[in-house]
């Protein structure tokens, strides 16, 4: 045997010891009498440990072959099946990639699950895998209640909290389409590395600040300490000290490497977690064996003789000696159950190998934007329901408004329809907003639907993903769009990706309201004043809506909700602040832009772009505050050439129809696009490149955009953005060459 191939060693190692009755010391005294566990339930456990440990095996085997992908295995953690055992399968679990152990146990609950072969499926990245279609290693299941997490380091935490509060919520709330059943919990579980991510601290943080205000947060977090992240190493007591007088959460230190003080301690805190829904940690010592992944060689970063004190203190070598102590099984038992595991991993991976992949670049996008359970939009409110609602306010509704009385208006009716919203964020509920675009929803709809969040964007954007798991349709808001990139991850590596991850089977919808960009004279520099919608560019199935006008956005807002509630989708809405308040177009009190609150039935389907104008000499692309300042221009320009012009609005600037938008160019020549973002990676720029591929006839194009610069404070706001004058003049020099 080579000293880099570990995995033989430890296999080899297992039925040594346990021959020779060469057992790692027992670290507790406590005995199967002692206690109130089954002998069947120890056996149980200790099955789900070997067929992991044969599992990581094969799979290392395999990989060898060029057969199998992503080796990341859960040896040394095999004590997660305890967890498996004591927590129900409706408690939501959302896991740590070292989770074989716990989900083979889990599987026992629910009659007619496959997980050797499931996850034999997942390791061969197999077409046929029932959780993700062959587009990732995970650890999911719909059946088990699992979330398919991938790399999961700690960007599941916040998402695990919001869906640990969700569930009191839905229950005092009575929403219909709940999903989780009422009294349950949720599991978080992770590496002890883990906790040192900025995205874990929120997570807790925000679970502590909701228990200190008397909130629910029924979550059990559960920290794998294996004492080393990749290659290095977590230090002795670091965890514990971190946690063990942490406020609002209890801290329960347990021994991974015993099964009976694992049950035990597992047990409690299931049932304080569940009768007292508090966040507990519990803090289970274990160990990492045969590295990080299938390509980490420990040799390059541990000593040789400490890499083998770690393998004598293998899980399965504990538990074997625990079973023999109590005479659960003979050492007899104990080998012949190994190598029939082994026998039966061997024939399901090997099984599984000649599966079918995913092929073809539309069979990986095909789950995207996928949903299994589609669902019937509510009936619309009655005009008593809305006039109860609205009072005396409801007498200014057909009284022309500026866009933040409209979205409020729109929000207003939204909730009244969807039983299943809510609304959250930073200053939301009493306040009302920095805009007031919510005000009056607290009153309107109390505690339990609107209320104010922490001052941690990761955390608002977590709750959303989290509400989304358990039915609700979230509306959350960031309160600035440069505040996004403080949790840009929890929108791109959670939310996004989960109906790709599990082929629609679980799907988490949001609407997430960012007022932002820029032309806010004389406030906030750079953070209020953020012209880059750059990273909604780069994050498949997002749907991303940037209204110019009020009457559009409240219109949008209902196709953004019931996209939602319909499909599944998550709707960035990008509110452009600086129209929020605007009301006249060309002059002082010319009143052009403020509009009649739409009908109830009135939407604007995704992809539909307005037209201002018919000319044919020239057509302007534009959006949000770029068609304010382009209508604005429009009349100039045709006033210089004495010919009508064409002004395009997109209104969705991720479902743009390139074909239908050609047809609207029709035979006019000079396009120009205003883009109000940064010239490099606007939207603007990818619209260019597609108008040029797709047009069957040439174009003059050209992209007028703001400059690659951060806005500054005061009256310098404006210079580097597109104005009305230099739309003119960009739209002349494009027209005379």
């Not at 057909?398 to 964020?425: C, R, W």
């Not at 690659?708 to 494009?734: H, M, R, W, Y």
């Amino acid at each position: 045997m080579s000293i880099f191939n570990r995995a033989e060693v430890v296999d080899q190692n297992f039925k040594k010891f346990v021959k020779e009755g060469n057992f790692p010391p027992a670290r507790t005294n406590l005995l199967l009498s002692q206690t109130n566990i089954k002998t069947s339930e120890l056996v149980s456990i200790f099955e789900s440990q070997v067929l992991s440990r044969h599992m990581d095996l094969k799979a290392r085997l395999l990989k060898d072959k060029g057969k199998c992908f992503y080796t990341i295995g859960s040896s040394g953690h095999e004590g997660n099946a305890v967890f498996g055992k004591v927590f129900p399968y409706t408690d939501m679990a959302f896991l740590h990639y070292r989770s074989g152990p716990f989900f083979i146990e889990r599987s026992k609950q629910v009659p007619g699950t496959t997980p050797i072969y499931d996850m034999a499926l997942s390791f061969m990245a197999s077409s046929e895998d029932p959780i993700s279609g062959g587009r990732h290693k995970v650890i999911g299941s719909k059946a088990l209640n699992i979330p398919p997490q991938t790399s999961t380091i700690a960007s599941h935490f916040p998402k695990a909290v919001g869906t640990a509060f969700s569930i009191d919520r839905a229950k005092d709330l009575d929403i219909p389409e709940r999903k989780i059943k009422s009294g349950s919990i949720v599991l978080c579980s992770f590496g002890d590395a883990s906790v040192n991510h900025a995205t874990a601290l929120s997570a807790f943080n925000t679970a502590s600040w909701i228990t200190s205000q008397g909130g629910h947060m029924p979550i059990i977090f559960i920290c794998e300490d294996n004492g080393t992240g990749i290659s290095v190493p977590t230090y002795d007591k670091w965890i514990e000290k971190n946690f063990v007088n942490r406020t609002e959460m209890v801290y329960i230190q347990t021994d991974g490497l015993h099964l009976i003080d694992l049950m035990i301690k597992t047990r409690s805190a299931e049932q304080d977690c569940r009768i007292n829904r508090r966040p507990i940690f519990l803090h289970m010592k274990t160990v990492r064996l045969m590295g990080h992944a299938g390509s980490d060689v420990e040799v390059g970063y541990l000593s040789l003789p400490d890499i083998v004190e770690t393998e004598f203190n293998d899980p399965l070598l504990h538990s074997s000696r625990i079973l023999m102590e109590n005479q659960c099984l003979s050492d007899d038992d104990i080998l012949k159950l190994y190598e029939s595991s082994r026998n039966q991993v061997n024939h399901v991976f090997d099984a599984s190998t000649v599966r079918p992949k995913l092929e073809s670049s539309k069979d990986v996008m095909a789950s995207i934007t996928a949903i299994r359970e589609k669902r019937t939009v509510p009936k619309q409110p009655s005009t008593k329901e809305r006039k109860s609602l609205f009072g005396k306010e409801f007498n200014r509704i057909e009284q022309p408004q500026h866009m933040a009385k409209l979205i409020n208006y729109t929000l207003s009716d939204i909730m009244l329809q969807y039983p299943n919203t809510v609304v959250f964020g930073e200053d939301v509920a009493q306040k009302g907003g920095v805009y007031h675009v919510t005000a009056d929803l607290y009153k309107q709809f109390g505690l339990r639907r609107v209320f104010n969040s922490p001052l941690d964007e990761t955390s608002i954007i977590g709750f959303g993903v989290g509400f989304g798991h358990n039915g609700f349709i979230p509306i959350p808001e960031i309160q600035f769009l440069a505040y996004l990139h403080n949790a840009e991850d929890q929108l791109r590596g959670e939310a996004a990706t989960l109906p790709f991850f599990s082929e629609g089977q679980f799907t988490n919808p949001m609407v997430l309201r960012i007022p932002g960009l820029a032309y806010q004279q004389g406030f906030g520099g750079h953070y209020h004043n953020d012209n880059s919608l750059t990273i909604f560019r780069d994050i498949p199935g997002l749907i991303l809506a940037v209204p110019s006008n009020g009457a559009d956005a409240a219109k949008m807002l209902r196709t953004a909700v019931r996209e939602a509630y319909e499909n599944g989708r998550v709707v960035v809405f990008l509110e452009p602040i600086a129209l929020y308040m605007k009301k006249d177009l060309h002059e002082l009190k010319d009143r052009k832009w403020k509009f009649q609150y739409p009908g109830l039935e009135e939407d604007i389907p995704l992809g539909e772009f307005a037209e201002y104008g018919k000319g044919r000499i020239l057509t302007i692309i534009t959006y949000g505050n770029g068609l304010y300042l382009s209508l604005q221009a429009q009349l100039e320009i045709e006033n210089r050439l004495k010919k009508k012009i064409k002004v395009i609005d997109l209104r969705w600037l991720s479902e743009i129809d390139i074909q239908k938008l050609l047809k609207a160019i029709g035979t006019c020549v000079n396009v120009l696009i205003v883009d109000e973002c940064r010239r490099t990676g606007c939207h603007g720029e990818g619209l260019m490149a597609q108008l040029v591929s797709e047009s069957e006839r040439p174009m003059n194009l050209k992209l007028h955009a703001a400059e690659d610069s951060f806005i500054p404070l005061g009256v310098a706001a404006t210079a580097t953005l597109p104005s009305k004058e230099s739309i003119i003049q960009n739209a002349l020099e494009l027209i005379n060459g």
